[in-house]
């Protein structure tokens, strides 16, 4: 079965500073992941995925996120913090062919102007 | 169109009442989910259709009954709720079975049961 840790439920970042999310992953198949931003009573949209191509992955917003299969590791990255980017991230993992998402407990990102 | 649509956005209901929430998407996914999410939490899965069959139930209580009519279309019908039933309810869906493709989800429907 799958799992995934999210450290560091809150993390403050200054507007223009860089914004690191760690993500540890557990899997017993090749996995899928995804990172998804929630803002506040909104649904889920996701900024980017690995399904086993390049391991630096590059998404929408500036976000980018590099799978280590040797660390188990799906860290989040963005090089210039914005105001726009306050709220909960979550790191999802699955294993494909059994409709089960595993979602890591959530990053709630607050930038300070 | 890469939108999953849920109506209604809010909905308060008392715990005699009956109500349906729904969910549409015309991406030609066969995969429908519902997820309800309380706050500062992950989503936590409810159901899953697959092909427009029932696959997964969560060990839900029956006063939540879920309904896929076509393969766009994904209803939750909501009866006799408790007031730890209220939450955000989220739908999303995938392209197939797996879900090495991304789920897209819908904006939710905020429930309220007093």
């Known amino acids: 079965a799958q799992s995934v840790t999210q450290l560091d439920s809150h993390v403050s970042v200054s507007e223009g500073t860089p914004v690191l999310l760690r993500c540890n992953y557990s899997?017993?198949?090749?996995?899928?992941l995804f990172w998804y931003v929630q803002h506040p009573n909104k649904g889920l949209q996701l900024l980017l995925k690995?399904?086993?191509?390049?391991?630096l992955v590059k998404g929408i917003n500036g976000f980018e996120a590099e799978f280590k299969k040797s660390e188990t590791s799906f860290h989040l990255t963005k090089p210039s913090a914005h105001m726009s980017d306050a709220a909960e991230y979550f790191c999802?993992?699955?294993?494909?062919?059994?409709?089960?998402?595993?979602f890591g407990k959530g990053n709630q990102v607050v930038v300070i102007p | 169109d890469t939108e999953v649509t849920q109506t209604p956005k809010h909905l308060v209901m008392g715990m005699t009442n009956k109500k349906s929430l729904k969910c549409e998407q015309h991406?030609?996914?066969?995969?429908m989910y519902w997820y309800k999410q309380k706050a500062k939490k992950p989503p936590e899965l409810m159901f899953v259709?697959?092909?427009?069959?029932?696959?997964i139930n969560e060990s839900v209580p029956s006063r939540f009954s879920p309904e896929c009519p076509n393969s766009s279309l994904l209803n939750l019908h909501l009866h006799a709720l408790q007031p730890e039933d209220s939450a955000l309810y989220l739908c999303?869906?995938?392209?197939?079975?797996?879900?090495?493709?991304?789920?897209?989800f819908g904006q939710g429907t905020r429930l309220t049961v007093v």
């Open positions: 899997s017993s198949y090749s996995p899928s």
């Open positions: 259709y697959s092909y427009e069959k029932l696959s």
């Open positions: 690995y399904t086993s191509a390049a391991t």
């Open positions: 999303a869906s995938t392209r197939g079975t797996g879900t090495t493709t991304e789920a897209f």
């Open positions: 991406m030609g996914h066969r995969a």
């Open positions: 999802v993992v699955s294993e494909g062919g059994n409709n089960r998402l595993a």
